[in-house]
């Protein structure tokens, strides 16, 4: 897969939240959402936005790349781990007041994406976007790889919520996108076909 930024957001499932079903099988997408950027027959992206990095905060990501917070939210900031893919580098999805030129990407009408230190130095300036979410790495998926989960019924597609999106608490992120679509955990099968 290139470089996530490369291409523009395309396809139905950019905007949307993934959810891993009970049957997923890879132990690092268990009860996993994933805010989709991207999708085409080519390729697929998006970041998890539930599953916080214990031992890394957004305080140590500015001091390696020695940028000097200003704004005090700046040590209240989680950093997430957006998927297996790409783990050293870092995407933060925003809130479509921010943009720059050369490293935003639109995903919505209310969200977008980047990945350049710019909007790490905004946010620590406290200039930046009014909400956003920062993650290391990213999920992708080769050509026809993601359709075929969906088929496989590893997947479930739910309308994203920038509510559920920018939440601190990570915990409820799963079941709150659940319940978008009126569907109690205990009620999905792990079997496709099946309801």
């Not at 396809?11 to 959402?33: K, N």
């Not at 905060?57 to 020695?66: G, T």
Request: aromatic share 8%; charged share 20%; net charge negative.
């Amino acid at each position: 897969m290139g470089t996530p930024l490369d291409t523009y957001s395309s396809g139905y499932l950019a905007g949307q939240f993934l959810l891993a079903m009970p049957s997923m099988a890879d132990p690092r997408f268990e009860r996993s959402v994933i805010y989709m950027c991207a999708h085409s027959p080519e390729e697929a992206m998006g970041l998890i936005i539930n599953k916080p990095v214990d031992d890394l905060s957004f305080a140590d990501v500015l001091k390696q790349l020695d940028i000097k917070p200003k704004a005090p939210a700046c040590s209240e900031i989680y950093v997430h781990r957006g998927g297996p893919v790409g783990e050293r580098r870092g995407f933060v999805l925003h809130s479509t007041d921010y943009h720059q030129d050369d490293g935003t990407m639109k995903v919505s009408d209310d969200i977008a994406l980047s990945a350049t230190t710019e909007i790490l130095r905004a946010i620590a300036e406290g200039s930046g976007p009014n909400n956003y979410f920062m993650a290391l790495g990213y999920a992708g998926w080769g050509p026809g790889q993601l359709d075929e989960e969906i088929k496989n019924n590893a997947w479930l597609s739910v309308p994203a919520d920038a509510d559920i999106l920018f939440a601190r608490d990570c915990s409820k992120k799963w079941d709150l996108a659940l319940a978008k679509l009126g569907i109690a955990a205990h009620r999905l099968s792990g079997q496709a076909g099946h309801a």
